[in-house]
Every structure is written in structure tokens, then in C-alpha cells.
């Protein structure tokens, strides 16, 4: 098992980042830091007609000055050490011709001692050396097996072209005709992405590597794919067996001859991705600490006074510490060893059986709201602001089977295809879409498919709190078994979100399989 590092450049930036650090703290009361990002990507597909590469590459860095009132930044893209000079002098003189206004809210630093104080997971811990004090370089990398960094294009692409091969001849064990798949292409996604981290406690670095891995199929109008995604090695391109690409292909068979739903209620066992969906809009967003800050979430009030939201099966947690997805021997795609501002990553509980704990924050929403931080401060990129973003979060799992699930079922459905969402955080309603459905009789799959009401995706909607106490079972995550599970967390698919119509982040999305009772499907 080896360790993603920082590249070269990397390694001489960051012994210039910690010469700017002084130039930045010209008061012993302010807080101050620097955060330098690179992230570079690249994006390999392969269609039926043609190939394509596309890559990207984004690299920056945050100088920060916090007074006790305001906290002010300084984004750059030229990352010599005269421009950095020039910026924290011109940053420092905006502070101080600043009119402080409003309450005073002082920030203490915090020391390795301090920081050691939280409960790690162990492949966090494990990287940090014997007594780290402030001039201690600390580095975080992801662990993988198959070093990604050194597989060529061709490669790559020969990967995608065999993927395609295999298409078309699972087609057939699915009931299809090779013309019924009218278009099909595979992807893989490639990233490395470093970032720096110091204040006047700390000097801390990470290296990941970012893999993902999805087929896309067409049949006429209709659509099916598959997806994984995680921080890790090439191993995790090989996830994909040959098993997830046939019930693809059987569920576009399915799709050919789909039935009409009925608008109404009905009983459901909401698969991985569908799950993560409702978690991430469930007390997800309405969880985040600028939301509630901003007085445009509900979930601040409801913790506050203790009110339930949900039953004994609510239990959802937002965590960028899953190093292990699942069974499997990589990360999840929402994780992280530190955010962007440096917080060390955690399990957070949002809210346990139905009652709201304290919500995810980031440096200034937990200064507001006088609650502690968390491992929530994410940018889309070094050039946009930091807000409270979601990371993985899932709902905890339980200790029943899919088949006992599917036993609690007269007639209802399995929700496998997740189709987006969104959530009210002040209203509270949310909306979870589904793209199609596969009918439960009498506890048993009966294979046929169903599309919304007007053919196409079908939406969950409703009251949150009703939703979360509609949930009646709740999955093991090897759920296909009934001996203990051995995973540490319920699976996380590579997915993202989005704040405010724009700011783009990563986030997992997965889960347990829930089932739910009386839910309004249409």
C-alpha cells in the first residue's frame, strides 16, 4: 500500500507560504492563514464513433485575515513569491483601514494539542507525527494500491473501448437486440488534487487521487448507467463487473415495455442512490451552519428546541473520514483528510432517531452561531468563497436483509435510479426524483418497470419530517447477507451539489436501503 505526495512544485511552495505568515500577522489577536490548492483533471470517454480527451487544471491560493470582526481574503492565481508579498501587504492594509463594526467575536488558534483533542479515524491519526508542533510539516495522502498516476492515455481509452465490446454483447444476455442500443459511452475521470494549509499552530498538506468510472446507455428515448467513483488507486476503475453492466442493460429492456404510474402513496424500498439523494437533501442542506446562520433553515430552530423531525430509524450523518467505502479498499467520493480551512476531518452526526443535533459548520457560520466547527468548509475552487458544504452523508445503517425489506411489501416498489433533488431548507418540503421503478408483489420483484405519471422521471415529494417518519426498516450495508457486516459505513457513489444555483462541489452519495411507508410517489 503506498501514499499519494505533494509534487515538486508543491514542496517549494510551501516553504515560501510559510515566510508570507508573518507578513500577514500583524496583530497578535488576529487570525490569520494561508490555503494554496492545485487540482488538476482529466476527463477520458468513448463513445461508439469517436474518442475524446479533455483535461483541466485549476491552482491558486487564500490568504486570510480574521480581526474578531470580519474576516477578509485574498484570492491569487500567480503563486510567486512576489506576488504573494504583494498581496498580503495590500490584504493587511485592508484590514486596518477597516471600520470594525458589530459584535467582537475573538478567535484562538489552535494548537496540535488541541487539535489532537478530537476523536481522528486512525488513517488520519496514523500520518501525524509524535508531538507536531507549529513548525511541523505534516502530510496527509491517499492510500491506493495501483498507482494511477502512471497510466497512459491509450490505455485509458482501450479500457473504454473494451467497456463498449462488452455492451454490446451483455445486450443480448438482457434480451436485446444489438440496434436496440441506439448510443453508448464510457468515461473515466482522473484527478489529483493537493492543497496547503498553515496558520501560526499548524502546516499541514494533502495529496489525493480522485477516480471515477460510468457507463451510459441508450435505448431510443430511454436511458440507464452506472457509476463509481472514489480517492484511491486504479483498483477502483475496477470495481465495475460485468453483474452492474447486465442489470443495466436489463432494466433498458424494461424500460422498453414501462408501465404509467398512478400518482398516490405507496410503500418503497429506496435503494443506495436514491438514499443518499434524501439524505443529502434532508437535514443535509437544511444542516449546513451559513443556512442556519442566515436565518433560511428550519433545522436551527428545530434543534434548539429539541422537536423531533423523524422516528428511531432517522439517524443521518454527514462524514468526511470514510477511508474505507464500504467493502471496498478505497475512500469515498466526498472525502478528505482537512477542508479548505484547514479543519480536520470527522464524523458528524446531524440528526440521531429523528432528533437535530448541532449542524455542520465552517469558520465563520460556527462563529455566529457560537457552536463547535466542523470539517465543512468547502470552495468550489480557490477563486470562489467558502461556504458550509456536505462531504458524505448517508443515513446509519441498520440490521435487516433487502429481502426482509422486500417481505414487508404487499404490493410497492424498488427505487434503484436516483434522478436528483432538492430540499426547502425554510419550508422544509422536499423532492427526491426516481428514474423509474420496479414493481414489489406479495415481497417479490416481479421485473416489471415503471416511469412517471407523464412518461418520464418519477418525484418523491412531501414534508420532510413526514418523510423521515415514514421509515419502517433500514438496511445492513452487505445487505445481501444476514451474517454481520464487516463494512465500517454504507457505501458512497461519487455525486455532487450545488449551492445557491452555482458553487459546485463533490459529495458521496449512498447509503443502507430504507423502507418507507406511505409515501407520495408521482
Not at 22 to 51: G, I, M, N
Not at 81 to 90: D, H, L, P, R, T
Not at 228 to 251: H, P
Request: with cysteine; charged share 25%; aromatic share 8%.
Amino acid at each position: 500500500m503506498k501514499r499519494a505526495v505533494l509534487s515538486g512544485d508543491f514542496k517549494k511552495l510551501r516553504k515560501e507560504l510559510s515566510k508570507i505568515l508573518p507578513l500577514l500577522e500583524q496583530d497578535p489577536k488576529w487570525h490569520v492563514s494561508v490555503f494554496a490548492e492545485k487540482r488538476a483533471s482529466c476527463v477520458y470517454s468513448a463513445d461508439l464513433r469517436k474518442t475524446n480527451v479533455s483535461d483541466n487544471m485549476v491552482m491558486g491560493a487564500v490568504l486570510r485575515v480574521y480581526n474578531g470582526y470580519t474576516l477578509f481574503e485574498e484570492a491569487v492565481d500567480d503563486l510567486s513569491i512576489e506576488n504573494f508579498q504583494k498581496s498580503a501587504k495590500e490584504l493587511v492594509t485592508r484590514v486596518k483601514n477597516s471600520q470594525s463594526k458589530g459584535q467582537y467575536r475573538p478567535y484562538k488558534t489552535l494548537s496540535w494539542k488541541e487539535r489532537l483533542k478530537t476523536k481522528l479515524d486512525p488513517e488520519i491519526s496514523s500520518q501525524i507525527p509524535e508531538n507536531p508542533g507549529a513548525g511541523t510539516e505534516v502530510h496527509f495522502g491517499i492510500s491506493y494500491v495501483q498507482d494511477p498516476a502512471i497510466v497512459t492515455a491509450d490505455q485509458r481509452l482501450q479500457k473504454l473501448k473494451d467497456t463498449l465490446v462488452k455492451v454490446q454483447d451483455l445486450a443480448l444476455k438482457a434480451g436485446l437486440k444489438k440496434e436496440d442500443i441506439t448510443f453508448v459511452v464510457a468515461r473515466e475521470g482522473f484527478g489529483f488534487e493537493e492543497s496547503i494549509y498553515i496558520d501560526r499552530e499548524s502546516n499541514i498538506s494533502q495529496a489525493i487521487y480522485r477516480q471515477s468510472f460510468t457507463v451510459v446507455i441508450m435505448s431510443g428515448e430511454h436511458r440507464v448507467f452506472h457509476r463509481v467513483g472514489g480517492l484511491g488507486g486504479r483498483e477502483i476503475i475496477d470495481e465495475t463487473k460485468d453483474k452492474d453492466l447486465l442489470d443495466c442493460l436489463k432494466d433498458l429492456k424494461g424500460l422498453q415495455n414501462a408501465g404509467r404510474l398512478k400518482p398516490g402513496r405507496y410503500r418503497v424500498v429506496f435503494g443506495p442512490d436514491v438514499t443518499g439523494v434524501l439524505a443529502h437533501e434532508a437535514f443535509g442542506h437544511s444542516q449546513e451552519g451559513d443556512t442556519c446562520a442566515r436565518g433560511r433553515s428550519q433545522a436551527w430552530e428545530l434543534y434548539k428546541s429539541g422537536e423531533k423531525a423523524g422516528n428511531q430509524h432517522a439517524t443521518i450523518i454527514n462524514n468526511p473520514a470514510i477511508y474505507r467505502d464500504g467493502t471496498h479498499s478505497f475512500a469515498a467520493w466526498g472525502s478528505y483528510f482537512f477542508d479548505e480551512e484547514g479543519w480536520l476531518a470527522a464524523e458528524h452526526v446531524l440528526i440521531e432517531e429523528g432528533k437535530l443535533e448541532v449542524p455542520m459548520t465552517n469558520f465563520t457560520s460556527a462563529l455566529r452561531l457560537g457552536i463547535s466547527r466542523t470539517a465543512n468548509g468547502k470552495r468550489e475552487s480557490f477563486a470562489n468563497g467558502v461556504y458550509t458544504r456536505q462531504t458524505n452523508t448517508y443515513f446509519k445503517a441498520g440490521k435487516e436483509t433487502l429481502e426482509e425489506l422486500l417481505s414487508k411489501i404487499d404490493y410497492g416498489f424498488l427505487a434503484m435510479a436516483s434522478a436528483g433533488g432538492m430540499e426547502d431548507p425554510k419550508g422544509m418540503g422536499i423532492q427526491v426524483g426516481i428514474a423509474y421503478l420496479e414493481e414489489v408483489k406479495n415481497g417479490k420483484l416481479t421485473g416489471k418497470i415503471f416511469r412517471g405519471p407523464a412518461g418520464g422521471d418519477i418525484q418523491m415529494t412531501g414534508y420532510t419530517p413526514d418523510v423521515l417518519n415514514s421509515i419502517i426498516g433500514v438496511s445492513k450495508v452487505e445487505c445481501e447477507t444476514a451474517d454481520p457486516d464487516h463494512a465500517a459505513y454504507p457505501f458512497n457513489k461519487a455525486g455532487g451539489c450545488g449551492k445557491y444555483h452555482k458553487e459546485l462541489v463533490v459529495a458521496g452519495c449512498g447509503g443502507p436501503y430504507l423502507l418507507l411507508d406511505q409515501v407520495i410517489l408521482g
